[in-house]
């Protein structure tokens, strides 16, 4: 009857013909069914059911659109989203995408199932790679079909697994292995990089990101634009001590055209692996990596007794969890601990502060 749609044979295949919304008008649609009448039957009864779900207003009917769309169209449609939006995970986003281009290539997002997923997640470990890796591999493919769902392309997305993560690292430096790295390291803008990062704990991505338009030189404060954070929210930084003396060496290398505080010859500072392997080496220091710095900062901050919500501050913490996470208590802490714990107890009155039994009876007597 008119209205119900039809079947028609077009060579070998069946072909299925319905009325849906598109741009705001009912248009005709037509499209391939399968080899036999009954799976032609079928496709058409769902898409009668995915119109009725539009007009309902649950949902846009997108038709064989989303049986098309393949992660990688998903996948550049988050990336383009983040541009849009300035996010500067963006990079992040990037990296992790290759794994997972590389491995669902061009697969229809709708044949993406939690089987799937687990054969990922198989083979990357297989590679070696890390839980909390793998994680953020998924969570960037998660968050293109969240996209796309809230984007009405596709109308369903799978379950996605997660891994349980238990490597957060506990690395922090001494002092006295600190400064051996800094006379290993060779370069004195990496230097004034890393001691800037040793006393502030600030991300590395922020200290880059510093430039002389936030330095005040009346009130020696420099202030982290809301732009630059990684929270979205500025905040500033008192110079004195050696800050101030960091601040002083970069002025005496400030460079025209080049606004940046922090440099490698007038160029924005880079990653500088290799160097800070071969400090490593001759420092006879090992399993360390910069970013132990900031977990040393924190510490450090603590210990002198900076209250927390300062150092939440200068650090750019802004949850408690993240925070203490990072406030990490090493074995010599523990020691000091229970040595002023003993040392407490030796100064406490040896003398009994009741009577025995046997003492008041004879008292009685």
């Not at 089987?115 to 198989?122: N, V």
């Not at 796309?148 to 996605?160: E, H, N, R």
């Not at 510093?210 to 809301?226: I, S």
């Not at 160097?275 to 002198?304: E, F, H, Q």
């Given at each position: 009857?008119?209205?119900?749609?039809?079947?028609?044979k077009?060579?070998?295949?069946?072909?299925?013909?319905?009325?849906?919304?598109?741009?705001?008008?009912?248009?005709?649609?037509?499209?391939p069914?399968?080899?036999?009448?009954?799976?032609?039957?079928?496709?058409?009864?769902?898409r009668?059911?995915?119109?009725?779900?539009?007009?309902?207003?649950?949902?846009?009917f997108?038709?064989?659109?989303?049986?098309?769309?393949?992660v990688?169209?998903?996948?550049?449609?988050?990336?383009?989203?983040?541009?849009?939006?300035?996010?500067?995970?963006?990079?992040?986003?990037?990296?992790h995408?290759?794994?997972?281009?590389a491995?669902?290539?061009?697969?229809r997002?709708?044949?993406?199932?939690?089987?799937?997923?687990?054969?990922?997640?198989?083979?990357?470990?297989?590679?070696?790679?890390?839980?909390?890796?793998?994680?953020?591999?998924?969570?960037?493919?998660?968050?293109?079909?969240?996209?796309?769902?809230?984007s009405?392309?596709?109308?369903?997305?799978?379950?996605?697994?997660s891994?349980?993560?238990?490597?957060?690292?506990?690395?922090?430096?001494?002092?006295?292995?600190?400064?051996?790295?800094?006379?290993?390291?060779?370069?004195?803008d990496?230097?004034?990089?890393?001691?800037?990062?040793?006393?502030?704990?600030?991300?590395?991505?922020?200290?880059?990101?510093?430039?002389?338009?936030?330095?005040?030189?009346?009130?020696?404060?420099?202030?982290?634009?809301?732009?630059d954070?990684?929270?979205?929210?500025?905040?500033?930084?008192?110079?004195?001590?050696?800050?101030?003396?960091?601040?002083?060496?970069?002025?005496?290398?400030?460079?025209?055209?080049?606004?940046?505080?922090?440099?490698?010859?007038?160029?924005?500072?880079?990653?500088?692996?290799?160097l800070?392997?071969s400090?490593?080496?001759?420092?006879?220091?090992?399993?360390?990596?910069?970013?132990?710095?900031?977990?040393?900062?924190?510490?450090?901050?603590?210990?002198?007794?900076?209250?927390?919500?300062?150092?939440?501050?200068?650090?750019?913490?802004?949850?408690?969890?993240?925070?203490?996470?990072?406030?990490?208590?090493?074995?010599?802490?523990?020691?000091?601990?229970?040595?002023?714990?003993?040392?407490?107890?030796?100064?406490?009155?040896?003398?009994?502060?009741?009577e025995?039994?046997?003492?008041?009876?004879r008292?009685?007597?």
């Amino acid at each position: 009857m008119r209205g119900d749609g039809r079947i028609f044979k077009r060579g070998d295949k069946c072909w299925i013909s319905y009325y849906a919304p598109e741009n705001g008008k009912s248009v005709e649609h037509r499209e391939p069914g399968g080899k036999t009448e009954a799976e032609a039957k079928k496709l058409l009864k769902q898409r009668f059911r995915e119109v009725a779900v539009h007009k309902s207003g649950l949902r846009p009917f997108q038709g064989p659109k989303q049986e098309r769309t393949t992660v990688d169209e998903l996948l550049q449609a988050l990336e383009m989203d983040w541009q849009i939006q300035g996010r500067k995970s963006l990079p992040q986003l990037r990296s992790h995408a290759k794994h997972i281009r590389a491995f669902f290539a061009m697969d229809r997002a709708l044949a993406v199932s939690p089987d799937r997923l687990r054969d990922y997640i198989a083979l990357r470990q297989k590679e070696g790679a890390a839980s909390a890796t793998i994680n953020r591999e998924l969570e960037g493919l998660q968050r293109a079909f969240a996209l796309a769902l809230d984007s009405g392309a596709l109308a369903m997305a799978p379950k996605f697994p997660s891994l349980p993560e238990h490597n957060a690292r506990e690395g922090f430096f001494e002092r006295g292995d600190f400064l051996a790295i800094l006379r290993n390291i060779g370069d004195a803008d990496v230097s004034d990089f890393l001691e800037w990062f040793f006393f502030t704990g600030m991300r590395p991505g922020e200290i880059r990101s510093l430039t002389w338009q936030a330095f005040d030189r009346e009130t020696w404060t420099l202030r982290l634009h809301a732009r630059d954070a990684k929270t979205g929210f500025g905040r500033a930084v008192a110079l004195e001590g050696p800050l101030q003396e960091i601040i002083k060496r970069r002025m005496g290398v400030r460079q025209f055209g080049c606004d940046l505080i922090f440099h490698r010859g007038g160029k924005p500072m880079g990653e500088f692996r290799k160097l800070w392997k071969s400090a490593c080496t001759l420092s006879n220091i090992t399993g360390r990596i910069p970013y132990d710095l900031r977990r040393t900062a924190v510490r450090n901050m603590i210990r002198a007794g900076v209250p927390e919500g300062v150092a939440m501050k200068i650090s750019g913490h802004r949850t408690r969890a993240v925070f203490d996470r990072y406030n990490i208590t090493s074995e010599k802490d523990l020691r000091e601990a229970v040595s002023k714990t003993a040392a407490y107890v030796e100064t406490l009155s040896v003398k009994q502060s009741v009577e025995p039994i046997q003492n008041v009876a004879r008292m009685e007597k």
